[in-house]
Each structure stands twice: as C-alpha cells, then as structure tokens.
C-alpha cells in the first residue's frame, strides 16, 4: 500500500500582514524531492500557488516580498470587511 509523501514546510512560513491585510504564506515541500513551493492564502481561504519551484525556501520567500513590494498586498484579493458599514 502506498503512503501519502510527507509534506515538510518551511520555517518561513508564516502569517503576514501589511496595509490592513494579513496572508498565510506557506512555503513547502515534499519530503525527499528538490524544489519549494510558494502558496498564498487570504483571508477568506483563497489560494495563489506559484507555478514554477524554488531552488531554497529562502527564494520562495524573497519572491513573496518582491510580489508585495511591486503589487502590493491587493494582488493576494480583497482585505476582510470591516465589522462597521460604509454610507
């Protein structure tokens, strides 16, 4: 019988926020292969998954900054909406 591959995922992983707006960036792999994969996931459970692979996790990373810093954090899709109203 087959086993599932264990996924392993970076020590960069983390939430982050910025402009009002926080995402889950996971950086992972599967356990024994080359290559890191970068997901973004927003506030309502949305996913961004980067097609091509990193070499490290660190570029994966990198990557992310560099998407925030040149798109800003609407690129990852709407901020939540905020418990008051706008008129």
């Known amino acids: ?7 392993v995922f970076s020590p960069l992983s983390k939430r982050f926020t910025k402009d009002g707006a926080t995402v889950h ?5 599967i356990e024994g292969s080359s290559g ?3 997901e973004v996931v ?3 459970d949305t996913s961004i998954v980067w097609d ?15 998407t925030v810093a040149d798109e800003g954090m609407e690129t990852f899709g ?3 909406a905020s418990s008051g109203s706008v008129h």
């Open 42 to 44: 927003n506030y309502a």
């Open 52 to 66: 091509d692979l990193f070499e490290t996790d660190a570029e994966a990373f990198a990557e992310f900054e560099r």
């Open 36 to 38: 890191w994969s970068l």
């Open 78 to 80: 709407e901020r939540e």
């Open 25 to 29: 960036v996971q950086i992972y792999q």
């Open 1 to 7: 019988m087959d086993e599932d591959p264990k996924i």
